[in-house]
């Protein structure tokens, strides 16, 4: 029997709109508005996801340049290095990159608000050890928009010796999710999250135009998410220590 030979199945926006529909028994031409309100269905779930975890597809790395005597790095103070679409900042470390054969990386511990606001000098300089995340943070682009953009602050700040183009701040970083635009794009996901990705939009199409399918749509897609956020975890070796015990079990 002759298979495909592809594994290149990636719907279109309106295709994942016409499947939700379907399973809220809603079939036949869609009007222009239920198009839209579609539209903007998946855009909240695909919003609602950021509070679902870490989407490993999602995480980048950026690389900023230390600059002496600076605590606080963010999109303002470097346009061209530090991204705009940061979810939350997930592990930092600095790299002395003076041998390009050879950088040398620091990991930096992540702290709290709290523990940053009771440093009594947040610009002594050093060899950072510390970085504080202020998620909640605005910055206006260059077009003028104004989005969310988290400021990272470094602790201790570098010194002369340890900031210029060959020291950086590198740190690993979940991305937002892009909007759904136009209806022929195709959809900022996975194919491990296309099933959830439906089963989703039709859960929050069901509230509008079929309440009566909604929980049994809910339930399909709780089971769905699941499924796809373990599958999506890191598969990292386990090892097993076995305890020792001496004397009377001491």
């Known amino acids: 029997m002759a298979t495909s030979g592809t594994t ?3 719907p279109s926006i309106d295709e994942i709109i016409e499947e939700a529909y379907e399973r809220t028994s809603i079939r036949g031409a869609r009007t222009g508005y239920q198009l839209k309100s579609a539209r903007r269905s998946l855009n909240i779930l695909l919003a609602e996801w950021g509070n679902r975890g870490i989407h490993l597809w999602k995480i980048s790395l950026a690389s900023i340049p230390l600059v002496e005597g ?3 790095y963010n999109w303002t103070s470097d346009t061209t290095n530090f991204p705009t679409d940061i979810s939350d900042v997930l592990e930092a470390y600095v790299r002395n990159n003076t041998s390009a054969t050879a950088p040398v ?3 930096l ?5 709290s523990t940053y606001s009771a440093l009594p000098n947040k610009l002594s300089k050093g060899t950072p050890s510390q970085y504080y995340v202020q998620r909640q943070a605005y910055v206006r682009n260059a077009a003028g ?3 969310a953009s988290p400021n990272l602050f470094l602790y201790t700040t570098p010194s002369s010796s340890f900031s210029g183009a060959n020291y950086l701040v590198n740190f690993y970083y979940m991305a937002k999710l892009q909007d759904v635009g136009d209806y022929t794009n ?3 996901t996975i194919f491990r999250f296309y099933p959830a990705l439906i089963s989703g939009l039709a859960y929050y199409l069901s509230i509008k135009y079929s309440p ?3 929980e049994s749509l809910r339930l399909l897609y709780e089971d769905e998410l699941l499924r796809a ?3 999506d975890g890191q598969q990292t070796s386990s090892y097993i220590t076995p305890q020792t015990f001496y004397g009377d079990g001491v």
């Open 8 to 10: 290149a199945f990636n």
């Open 70 to 72: 600076q605590a606080e």
């Open 105 to 107: 990386d620091t990991a």
């Open 109 to 113: 511990s992540k702290i709290g608000r």
């Open 145 to 147: 928009t104004i989005t």
């Open 186 to 188: 195709t959809s900022d």
């Open 212 to 214: 009566d399918r909604t």
């Open 229 to 231: 956020l373990a599958e």
